[in-house]
């Protein structure tokens, strides 16, 4: 599965930014998916999760500001980020678990500054 990241940018804090991440292949059947960010000099972490199934998860940071979704038709990944703030800066990785491997997309960077 290759995956391609994309949607980040420069923002002042409380806007909006929607990222996606298009999938090479139908993410129906990818059981988990989701996003990490990596800010500078810190260690990468886990943002949200979606599964096939249907259910989603969030870290306690970005819960009622960030909501993930799936577009199986244009198998695409998406993450709606309302809200933002300067700690919000970071890059923002997709990435997918299939078969026992995961996948990563290649990372776009979200600036949140006035």
């Known amino acids: 599965v290759q995956l391609q990241a994309s949607g980040g940018g420069l923002v002042q804090p409380g806007k909006s930014l929607r990222l996606s991440c298009a999938a090479s292949?139908?993410?129906?059947?990818?059981?988990?998916m989701g996003w990490y960010r990596q800010a500078p000099g810190k260690q990468r972490e886990s943002v949200a999760t979606?599964?096939?199934?249907?259910?989603?998860a969030y870290v306690d940071f970005v819960t009622g500001r960030f909501t993930i979704s799936r577009d199986n038709a244009k198998n695409t990944l998406y993450l709606q980020m309302d809200s933002l703030k300067p700690e919000d800066t970071a890059v923002y990785y997709c990435?997918?678990?299939?078969?026992?491997?995961?996948?990563w997309g290649q990372g776009t960077q979200v600036t949140v500054s006035s």
């Open positions: 979606s599964t096939s199934g249907g259910t989603n």
């Open positions: 292949e139908s993410i129906s059947s990818i059981n988990f």
């Open positions: 990435f997918a678990l299939q078969s026992s491997k995961i996948y």
